[in-house]
C-alpha cells in the first residue's frame, strides 16, 4: 500500500500551531512571572502599610514606657503582628502562627524583609522616638494564599491557551482551506484541459498576486503540453507526408525486381536505386527528427550572431574560414552587437547548410550580411557563384530535392529542409532572395 502523502493542508496547519503554541508558552509564562512578581510586591506593600499603622498606635509615657493605644480597627491590625520594647513582647497575636521565638530572631536581625522558610513573609520596622530607637514591630503574612492564587492563575493561563490552541486549529483549518480552495480549483480546471481542451487558459483577472502567478505558469504548461501535442500530430502526419514517396519508389523497385528475372546489371541497378531511396529517407527521417527535437527542447536563448558565425567557421576548418590560399574566402558585413533571442547552437545549425551550398558553388567569395529590422534580426548568405535555376526555386526546400541540371555535389537535398525547419522552430524562417542569396530571419534578442 503506498504510503499517503501530508497535504499541504494539514502541514501548514501545524507550522501555524506550532508557532501559535510557541508564542502562547512565552505570553502565559511572562504572565505568570509577571503576576508572581505583582504578588510578592504587593504582599511586601501590605506588609509595610500594616507595619505603618501599627507604629502609629504606638505612644511613649513620660516615664518611657511603651505603651499601645486601642482602636476600632485592633483586631485587624494585630492579626500577625508583635510589638517588641528591646526583646520584651509588649503584644501579640491572640492565635499565633509564629512562635515568640522566632520572631525574637528577626528583630534581632534588624529592620527588614525575612521568610520564614516557604511558610510565611515578615517585615521588621524600628519604632524611633525622639530620634531613638525604642521598640520593634514585626508583621507577618502568610504565603499560601499568594502560592494559592499562583497557581490558579497558572491553572487559568494555561486552560485559556489549550482553549486558544483549539480555536486556533479550527481557524487556521477554516483559513487555510478557504485560501487553498482557489488552487484546488485550478488545478482541477487545468488536469481537465490538458485532456479535453487543449486552447483554454486562465484570465489575467485572478484576485491575489500568488493565484495569478499560478494562474501563468499553468498556463504555460500548458501551452508547451498544447506545442507538444501538436508537433507530435504534425511530426506524424509529415513523416507519412514524406516517406510515402520514397516508400512507394522502393516498393515499386522490389516489385520489379520480383516480378521477372533480370540480368546482373540490372538487377545491380535496381538495388543501387532501392539504396539511393533508402538514404533519402534515412536523411528525411532525420531532418524531421532533428527539427522536432529543437521544437520540443526549444527554450528561449540568446546568441552574437558574429560569435555563433565564428565558431561555425571554426568548426568548419580553415578553408571554409578562408585562411587557406585555395579556399574561398568569407567576408562577414555584420552590424555590432547583433544578438538573436535563439540559443548560438541553434543558429549555427540553420547556417550550416547554406555555407555549405555557398562554399560549394562559390567561385571566389562567400559574403555574410547582417542586418536589424525593426521586428526581426537578417542574415543573408550569398556567394558569386551560378545561382539557382529558375525552374528549380520552387523545390528548394523540399527534403530530397536536388537540380538534376545542376552539378552534383553527393548531398541527399536535406540541408536547406533542415535550416527552414530550424528556423521555423526557433520562431524564424529561411527563404531565397534570387540568385545565389538566402537569407534567414531571426527574432532579436
Given at each position: ?72 480597627t485592633d483586631e485587624a491590625l494585630d492579626a500577625g503582628v508583635w510589638i517588641f520594647a528591646g526583646s520584651r513582647v509588649l503584644e501579640q497575636p491572640a492565635r499565633t502562627h509564629v512562635a515568640g521565638r522566632i520572631a525574637s530572631d528577626f528583630v534581632a536581625r534588624g ?229 538573436v533571442g535563439v540559443g548560438g547552437d541553434v543558429v549555427g545549425r540553420i547556417l550550416a547548410p547554406l555555407l555549405d551550398n555557398a562554399d560549394r558553388y562559390a567561385r571566389t567569395r562567400i559574403t555574410v550580411v547582417g542586418r536589424r529590422r525593426p521586428d526581426s534580426v ?63 530571419r531571426l527574432p532579436p534578442a
Open positions: 500500500m503506498p504510503r499517503r502523502r501530508p497535504t499541504l493542508r494539514g502541514r501548514v496547519t501545524v507550522l501555524g500551531l506550532g508557532v501559535v503554541a510557541a508564542w502562547l508558552l512565552v505570553v502565559t509564562v511572562a504572565y505568570n512571572l509577571v503576576l508572581a512578581h505583582r504578588l510578592a510586591a504587593d504582599r511586601d506593600a501590605t506588609l509595610r502599610t500594616k507595619a505603618v499603622a501599627v507604629n502609629a498606635t504606638i505612644a511613649r509615657t513620660p516615664n518611657g514606657r511603651l505603651v499601645v493605644r486601642e482602636g476600632g529592620p527588614g524583609f525575612y521568610d520564614d522558610g516557604d511558610a510565611r513573609r515578615l517585615y521588621v520596622r524600628s519604632v524611633v522616638r525622639d530620634g531613638r530607637r525604642v521598640g520593634t514591630v514585626v508583621v507577618a503574612a502568610e504565603n499560601a494564599p499568594y502560592r494559592r492564587s499562583r497557581l490558579e492563575a497558572l491553572i487559568g493561563s494555561a486552560v485559556v491557551a489549550v482553549l486558544v490552541l483549539f480555536g486556533a486549529w479550527f481557524a487556521l483549518r477554516l483559513a487555510i482551506g478557504r485560501a487553498l480552495r482557489p488552487v484546488d480549483g485550478m488545478t482541477r480546471q487545468a488536469a481537465h484541459w490538458s485532456e479535453a481542451a487543449l486552447t483554454e487558459r486562465f484570465g489575467p483577472d485572478q484576485q491575489l498576486r500568488e493565484l495569478q502567478d499560478l494562474a501563468d505558469t499553468l498556463n504555460g504548461v500548458l501551452d508547451r503540453q498544447t506545442a507538444t501535442v501538436r508537433h507530435e500530430r504534425r511530426l506524424f502526419a509529415e513523416l507519412s507526408h514524406e516517406l510515402r514517396t520514397p516508400l512507394s519508389r522502393i516498393l515499386a523497385e522490389t516489385d520489379l525486381l520480383l516480378a521477372r528475372v533480370h540480368s546482373g546489371e540490372q538487377t545491380r541497378a535496381a538495388h543501387e536505386g532501392i539504396r539511393a531511396t533508402a538514404l533519402v529517407m534515412d536523411g528525411i527521417i532525420e531532418t524531421l527528427l532533428s527539427a522536432g527535437r529543437a521544437e520540443i527542447a526549444r527554450a528561449p536563448g540568446r546568441a552574437e550572431v558574429r560569435d555563433a558565425i565564428e565558431q561555425l567557421l571554426a568548426q568548419r576548418g580553415p578553408a571554409a574560414a578562408g585562411t587557406a590560399p585555395a579556399a574561398v574566402p568569407v567576408e562577414l558585413d555584420l552590424e555590432s552587437d547583433l544578438a537578417t542574415i543573408d548568405v550569398s556567394d558569386d557563384g551560378p545561382g539557382v535555376a529558375d525552374g528549380f526555386t520552387g523545390y528548394l526546400f523540399e527534403p530530397g530535392a536536388q537540380d538534376a541540371a545542376g552539378p552534383t555535389h553527393g548531398g541527399a537535398g536535406l540541408g536547406l529542409a533542415l535550416a527552414r525547419r530550424l528556423a521555423r522552430a526557433a520562431a524564424g524562417e529561411v527563404t531565397h532572395e534570387g540568385g545565389s542569396t538566402f537569407r534567414v
